[in-house]
């Protein structure tokens, strides 16, 4: 394949839709590996002989490092070319799945999930930079159309997945799956990838950004896990957050004086930008929180198997779709910001519903609704942080908001985790009380905040309307 982009730049890629179609393969692939573990967790709990720490980290530690290198692999996709990054990042990420599924212990497997995570950072923002670049006009917006349907139903598809395989040939398969798709699209894109001109070095990876970002939000994250057992007032905890807070400084301070930031920081001085990040991270938070309770609450305390607790999850993730398009449809006409309310009541009045009644049709139920609310807010968020931004602004408002939602996948697995540790190690259920009771506080209170700083002009949703997560 020797078709050069810089020479037919206005000319439209002739095998576009067939790129744009393994590219969408190997992105929900990413999608789906932040929850498809999740049913497979109790049985990885039980072989490996893994503490619900290291249960916890098997999730938190692949969307901590996806989220916290996604913006360097941005960059470095603008500086190399977009299609090395993307062969690139699928190589890492398909060998690093391998090595997961053959992990023998805990330790091995979470360094297999941190090296996907730097697998999925690399590939999934130089495989939306390359659907940018073979698109325009009205088949750009189209294409933008199929990749963001599969961040709306992508994640909760992961727990379904995940139930028919750990049902079927077992836990490791959640990881063995990802290599054989992941071959065929390598050689598919290496034959079909337009080849492209070395970019020139306009500037420099800030590589040290990264890292800060990065540790810092690890050492939240750690805080939150440690708390389960240590408790959330002692000094160890608050040391912990203080430290981590610092280390935010730190970077805020750092991107400031850089040559080659990685984030604007400026941005998220914004109101619409600072309240649409603040809604993914939650929407994100309580999605985690959902399939983390949920998948231990079915095999953990009442026995079911992978597949029937898979199947359990069909509702949530036909409730989320249904939630992300019908607020879609309805954000242009009604505005932003009673949307953002609508879709966290009805997440803490789905959540509240378990914190009562630990009844499974109660438990399906409330998850299902919970997660309606939490695909409305997917869409706001989205529509809010990135509807009013300028052209050249979009690309770093994209990875900031790309870089929420893995953060709050993170945070919100650890936060859960040690909320309802009771239950995750013992057979009570107070622990998935305290846990589903704690979102739906979580989401009462967003409720309010978002009344207050979520923008109401429907008029700045108008001519571009976000549908995705």
């Given at each position: 394949?020797?078709?050069?982009?810089?020479?037919?730049?206005?000319?439209?890629?002739?095998?576009?839709?067939?790129?744009?179609?393994?590219?969408?393969?190997?992105?929900?692939?990413?999608?789906?590996?932040?929850?498809?573990?999740?049913?497979?967790?109790?049985?990885?709990?039980?072989?490996?002989?893994?503490?619900?720490?290291?249960?916890?980290?098997?999730?938190?530690?692949?969307?901590?490092?996806?989220?916290?290198?996604?913006?360097?692999?941005?960059?470095?996709?603008?500086?190399?070319?977009?299609?090395?990054?993307?062969?690139?990042?699928?190589?890492?990420?398909?060998?690093?799945?391998?090595?997961?599924?053959?992990?023998?212990?805990?330790?091995?497997?979470?360094?297999?999930?941190?090296?996907?995570?730097?697998?999925?950072?690399?590939?999934?923002?130089?495989?939306?930079?390359?659907?940018?670049?073979?698109?325009?006009?009205?088949?750009?917006?189209?294409?933008?159309?199929?990749?963001?349907?599969?961040?709306?139903?992508?994640?909760?598809?992961?727990?379904?997945?995940?139930?028919?395989?750990?049902?079927?040939?077992?836990?490791?398969?959640?990881?063995?799956?990802?290599?054989?798709?992941?071959?065929?699209?390598?050689?598919?894109?290496?034959?079909?990838?337009?080849?492209?001109?070395?970019?020139?070095?306009?500037?420099?990876?800030?590589?040290?950004?990264?890292?800060?970002?990065?540790?810092?939000?690890?050492?939240?994250?750690?805080?939150?896990?440690?708390?389960?057992?240590?408790?959330?007032?002692?000094?160890?905890?608050?040391?912990?957050?203080?430290?981590?807070?610092?280390?935010?400084?730190?970077?805020?301070?750092?991107?400031?004086?850089?040559?080659?930031?990685?984030?604007?920081?400026?941005?998220?001085?914004?109101?619409?930008?600072?309240?649409?990040?603040?809604?993914?991270?939650?929407?994100?938070?309580?999605?985690?929180?959902?399939?983390?309770?949920?998948?231990?609450?079915?095999?953990?305390?009442?026995?079911?198997?992978?597949?029937?607790?898979?199947?359990?999850?069909l509702p949530v993730a036909l409730a989320t779709m249904a939630g992300a398009n019908l607020?879609?449809?309805?954000?242009?006409?009604?505005?932003?910001?009673?949307?953002?309310?609508?879709?966290?009541?009805?997440?803490a009045a789905g959540m509240a519903a378990p914190a009562v009644s630990m009844h499974p049709?109660?438990?399906?139920?409330?998850?299902?609704?919970?997660?309606?609310?939490?695909?409305?807010?997917?869409?706001?968020?989205?529509?809010?942080?990135?509807?009013?931004?300028?052209?050249?602004?979009?690309?770093?408002?994209?990875?900031?908001?790309?870089?929420?939602?893995?953060?709050?996948?993170?945070?919100?697995?650890?936060?859960?985790?040690?909320?309802?540790?009771?239950?995750?190690?013992?057979?009570?259920?107070?622990?998935?009380?305290?846990?589903?009771?704690?979102?739906?506080?979580?989401?009462?209170?967003?409720?309010?905040?978002?009344?207050?700083?979520?923008?109401?002009?429907?008029?700045?949703?108008?001519?571009?309307?976000?549908?995705?997560?």
């Open positions: 394949m020797t078709y050069d982009t810089t020479e037919t730049e206005r000319t439209p890629h002739p095998w576009r839709w067939r790129i744009l179609g393994f590219l969408g393969v190997a992105q929900l692939m990413l999608i789906l590996d932040v929850t498809v573990v999740a049913i497979a967790l109790p049985h990885i709990e039980t072989d490996l002989g893994a503490s619900r720490e290291a249960l916890t980290w098997t999730v938190s530690a692949y969307a901590l490092a996806f989220g916290g290198l996604m913006l360097l692999g941005g960059r470095l996709a603008d500086l190399i070319g977009a299609k090395r990054v993307v062969l690139a990042g699928l190589v890492i990420f398909t060998a690093a799945s391998l090595a997961t599924g053959l992990a023998p212990s805990s330790g091995l497997l979470l360094g297999g999930r941190i090296a996907q995570g730097v697998g999925a950072a690399l590939l999934s923002p130089a495989a939306l930079s390359l659907v940018v670049t073979l698109f325009d006009g009205d088949e750009r917006n189209k294409a933008l159309g199929v990749w963001s349907a599969l961040g709306g139903g992508g994640a909760a598809l992961g727990v379904l997945l995940g139930g028919a395989l750990t049902a079927g040939p077992g836990w490791p398969w959640v990881f063995f799956v990802n290599v054989p798709i992941g071959l065929v699209i390598l050689v598919a894109l290496i034959r079909l990838l337009p080849r492209q001109a070395a970019a020139a070095p306009r500037a420099r990876l800030d590589v040290l950004g990264a890292l800060l970002v990065t540790a810092s939000t690890g050492t939240l994250i750690y805080a939150f896990i440690s708390a389960g057992d240590g408790g959330w007032l002692t000094a160890v905890t608050g040391l912990l957050v203080v430290l981590a807070a610092l280390g935010y400084l730190v970077f805020a301070l750092w991107q400031r004086r850089a040559a080659s930031p990685l984030m604007d920081v400026r941005l998220l001085a914004r109101r619409p930008v600072a309240t649409g990040t603040f809604l993914i991270l939650l929407a994100t938070a309580l999605m985690i929180a959902v399939f983390f309770l949920g998948t231990f609450y079915f095999q953990h305390a009442r026995g079911y198997g992978a597949l029937r607790t898979g199947l359990l999850f607020t879609g449809r309805a954000i242009a006409r009604v505005g932003a910001r009673p949307l953002a309310v609508i879709g966290l009541l009805v997440a049709a109660t438990v399906v139920a409330g998850v299902s609704v919970a997660a309606a609310g939490t695909g409305a807010l997917f869409v706001v968020a989205s529509a809010t942080a990135l509807g009013q931004v300028a052209p050249h602004e979009a690309g770093i408002a994209s990875g900031i908001v790309s870089t929420f939602h893995e953060f709050g996948a993170a945070g919100g697995a650890a936060v859960v985790s040690s909320v309802a540790a009771a239950s995750l190690v013992g057979d009570t259920l107070s622990g998935f009380t305290r846990g589903f009771a704690a979102g739906a506080v979580a989401a009462g209170v967003a409720a309010l905040v978002a009344a207050v700083l979520t923008p109401r002009k429907p008029e700045a949703f108008r001519k571009s309307r976000t549908t995705g997560a």
